[in-house]
């Protein structure tokens, strides 16, 4: 199984932004749909965003469309997530998550965990107000 890791969180005042990434262990993402989820304090973890192995079809939560944005270089093995305008509720633990799957993404497939076999640690992002 491929592993992930992610890194690029922190603490930001509200309004500011950070960049995620997610990065493997050598292996190529090049076959791999891929995922960010992420889980606040005593909430359930929810689907942020997830891309096509391409890089060419993307979905987004409500709650962040047109503040966040996903992207890939598979070049690089690298998955990014470039958050603009955070807010306190954008607060939580940011997962990357990948899966073999080749096609256009939809939300069916985007936000559903169980979709996904393979999961980063998790990095820690926190908004101030």
């Known amino acids: 199984q491929v592993q992930v890791v992610e890194s690029g969180g922190g603490l930001v005042q509200s309004g500011g932004s950070l960049r995620l990434s997610c990065t493997t262990n050598?292996?190529?993402?090049?076959?791999?749909?891929l995922g960010w989820f992420r889980q606040a304090p005593g909430k359930e973890r929810e689907g942020v965003s997830c891309?096509?192995?391409?890089?060419?079809?993307?979905v987004y939560a409500d709650s962040v469309t047109g503040r966040f944005t996903i992207s890939r270089d598979n070049a690089k093995g690298t998955l990014y997530l470039q958050m603009n305008n955070l807010k306190p509720e954008d607060t939580a633990v940011y997962f990357c998550?990948?899966?073999?799957?080749?096609?256009?993404?939809?939300?069916?497939?985007?936000?559903?965990?169980?979709?996904?076999?393979?999961w980063g640690q998790g990095t820690q992002v926190t908004v101030s107000s």
């Open positions: 998550a990948a899966e073999v799957r080749y096609g256009p993404v939809r939300a069916s497939f985007c936000f559903d965990e169980d979709e996904y076999d393979n």
């Open positions: 891309i096509d192995e391409s890089g060419g079809s993307t």
């Open positions: 050598g292996y190529t993402l090049n076959y791999y749909a």
